[in-house]
């Protein structure tokens, strides 16, 4: 049975609601228990929390670089991971993480699924929630106050990252991926999600040896995950992003996977909880249920 190195992230700091989160708390809680009833891989799970005091912005900080980390530690070590933030702004710590850990000459694809682009500034944010920041950040951001959260010095080429699944942006972050010719898969123009997922993946393998998985889960259709911050009508089907998963999920080049945006508060039935759990147990298991 595989054991998975776990991370979760008790924060919603990057998010439009309260700070802290219980998204990860709530999914080891449930796995735990399904877990010791069947022969699903074990996730050995290391959480961190948000520090008590400091500004937002300082706490962002040190929770990103804790992350990173772990991240860094993982990847280098090539033992694949797991890591289930509260909100989306800890990819700054996830992702950066793995960027350090690389040698030199090897290079870094990421594969990011989600209905936002991510990739306002301070500068251009209408509602200045960081959740909505990663991307810029990840690329190298010349907005100081958004590059002093990012726990790291290495960036992502943006002829190695793909966005996918994408409905809803500003023009200005449109304009910041435009101008550095990165690939945008826009939501409307996915008929087959397997097979674009599978040839974004491929594609990416020929030109980075490390690839990672980012999903914010309000990349599926809202009413198949209602468990989100900020729902978006018209996203794909939970069934074909499982299905997806299971089509690249063995690919040596992949290092990790990234579950975001869990807001358990918006769930309904349960709905969102089982399918990161279906997610999971089909990107890390053969025999999924
Ligand atoms: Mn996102």
Redesign the pocket.
């Known amino acids: 049975m595989a054991i998975i190195q776990t991370l979760g992230v008790a924060s919603n700091l990057g998010g439009p609601f309260n700070q802290y989160s219980n998204a990860a708390e709530l999914l080891r809680e449930n796995i735990h228990y399904y877990a010791t009833e069947l022969d699903y891989p074990q996730l050995q799970w290391h959480m961190v929390y948000p520090k008590r005091d400091g500004t937002k912005n300082s706490k962002l900080r040190h929770l990103n670089k804790k992350i990173s980390q772990y991240t860094r530690y993982w990847s280098k070590s090539n033992i694949p991971f797991l890591v289930i933030d509260g909100d989306?702004s800890c990819a700054m710590g996830t992702w950066a993480g793995v960027l350090q850990s690389l040698k030199p000459q090897r290079h870094f694809g990421l594969i990011w699924l989600?209905a936002?682009m991510?990739a306002h500034t301070f500068f251009t944010s209408p509602t200045q929630n960081i959740?909505g920041m990663p991307i810029a950040a990840l690329l190298g951001t010349t907005d100081k106050q958004l590059a002093h959260l990012y726990p790291g010095n290495k960036f992502i080429k943006p002829e190695n990252l793909v966005l996918m699944g994408i409905r809803s942006f500003e023009a200005q972050e449109y304009k910041l991926l435009k101008t550095r010719g990165i690939e945008i898969v826009f939501s409307d123009n996915i008929r087959d999600f397997s097979q674009s997922l599978l040839s974004v993946a491929q594609q990416l393998s020929l030109k980075a040896e490390v690839i990672g998985i980012s999903i914010?889960l309000?990349f599926v259709e809202p009413l198949e995950a209602p468990g989100v911050a900020t729902p978006v009508a018209h996203g794909i089907k939970a069934q074909e992003l499982i299905n997806a998963l299971k089509l690249i999920s063995h690919m040596p080049q992949i290092a990790g996977l990234e579950i975001?945006?869990f807001y358990p508060q918006g769930d309904k039935k349960n709905k969102t909880l089982e399918l990161m759990k279906k997610i999971i147990f089909t990107f890390y298991d053969r025999k999924s249920p």
């Open positions: 989306h989600d936002h991510d959740h914010d309000d975001s945006e």
